[in-house]
């Protein structure tokens, strides 16, 4: 924010601005005050969803994010065959519905034999392309010509320019991508209710509709406090505005 | 002369995770869903391609459609305006808490459907005699709330990197704060608007979460396209019905992909290094 309005704007623009919070407040609240109520009521499977939950998430979490950053610098920066052919296949694939991959994905993780297992799931959930075309944006109108051009003249590689220039420029790109990365694979549901059959394997959104009526507000609470602790570590960098880099003020 | 360019390793090897990934999640799954419509199906027993229109005619479609365009007319354009006003009130001028503020303002985007629906059900109580009429703005009302707060993140950031001497350049030249905000600002921001667009079109379409965790009023099975496809597919055992019906509903995301990309300068980035 670069020029503040002041005045009777500024009273208007905050009180405005408080009234949509309280008014977004409220039902978390309530859902604090009801799974307090409910705790007694979720069962001991609880625990092995959350297990499950974040041994699927973070493993999926830390390929995706990899790939779909490093994806983004090069199809951006560097020089790869069919690189537009990559973005737009990158943009379609982000819009096929989940239902139309369900099917065959069920299918292809079935192939290698990790039908039922979190492994299975974790392969089928590491693309990204919402990560790749988010950093592919931010590499595009973060990092000049200018700035890459020096690094080749100073002697670095495709992966001198992504360690010395790419990463240090792009520290609040990680922190949006990690945090919408997880959530997307923290609230997963489709996908799990398609591949995992097991009794012995679910998911914590799984386990909400399993339990529906019957404790379902302390899973709720166990699924919102991992995104908001994830979400105050990395406000810092998100904050400092996303598509800030090299040059833009 | 035109320069041939040389791929480097370095590139390739950086590519070839996502790359990998892109093939095995996205697209041979998506060759095996197209080669999938041919074969036969309920509404097509002797199989063919024939079967991505025949499935429009599923007595189901229509209502889900209407269910569609409803989500499409009134809470697209609704989340558009609203996370652009907010993002555009959160960058006008300090507000005390302002970071308590946009973790509230996100917090509907990180809880998943599951945890809306409860949320939604229980604060609106028992008494509510659900029907096919407000049922559907219950829907709206969930995707709406769960779908605001992460694009309040990310236009959020993207303002907050407009240069500062563009937007002094046009105070000095007179611009007032609506000015600002509506001559100078957003068009700055547009490729992220139009990003958005996309992805809210495409969930709006796609929606599958709410009305699957609503059907216990009895009034949302097979309320959405997605629902329609689902059942076609892991009910009844028709993949070559569902995926037919899948693709069929990524044929309006694909023509609105490519109009954005046509009208936006996305694939275009000078020399390559």
Redesign the interface.
Known sequence: MSHPAKGKSALLIKLTLWLITFTVVLPFLWLLKASVMDFANSQAGVLAWVRDSVVFTLAALIFSVLSSITAGFVMAILYIPFRKTMIVLTLITMLIPATAMAMPLYVLVDHIHLNDTILGLVIASSYYPFGAFLSYLYFSSAMPGDLVGMGRIDGLGDWGLFYHLGIPLSKSLWSIVTFFSFINLWNSYQLPKVLLNAPEHSTLPMGLELLYGRGTATVGILMLIPAVLLYLLSQRSIERGIFSGAVTG | MRRV????A???F??A???A??L???????V??IR?VANPSWINMKGSYTTIYRILGDFRVIPALAHAAFLLAIFVPAMIVVVLA?SL????????GN?????????????????AT???T??LGPNIQWNGSNIRWLIGGIAF?SGVG?WI??Q???L??????V??AA?VDGCN?FQ?AIRIKLPMIS??IG?MT??LV?GA??I??EPT?LM?TGLTTDWS??QV??SY??RTGD?AG??A???D??IP??VL?IVF?MNTD??K?????
């Not at chain 2, 970071?99 to 945890?115: A, D």
């Not at chain 2, 980035?269 to 290094?273: F, I, L, M, P, Y």
Request: aromatic fraction near 12%; charged fraction near 15%.
């Open positions: 360019r040389k791929a480097r370095g590139a390739l950086m590519f995770p996502y790359f990934a892109m095995f999640c996205g697209l041979i799954p998506l095996v869903a999938e907010i009130l959160l960058d006008a001028t300090p507000v005390r970071t308590l503020m946009r973790l509230v303002l996100l917090l509907p985007g990180i809880v998943s459907g599951g945890v409860l949320i939604w229980s604060l709330t992460s993140v990310i959020y950031g993207s907050r990197s407009i240069s500062h001497e937007l002094e105070l704060r600002l490729r992220y990003y996309i992805l495409a379409i796609q599958y979460s965790l216990s396209l997605s496809a689902y597919a892991f993949f569902g995926t019906l899948s693709l509903m990524l995301n694909i992909g990309v996305f694939l980035r000078g020399e390559r290094h």
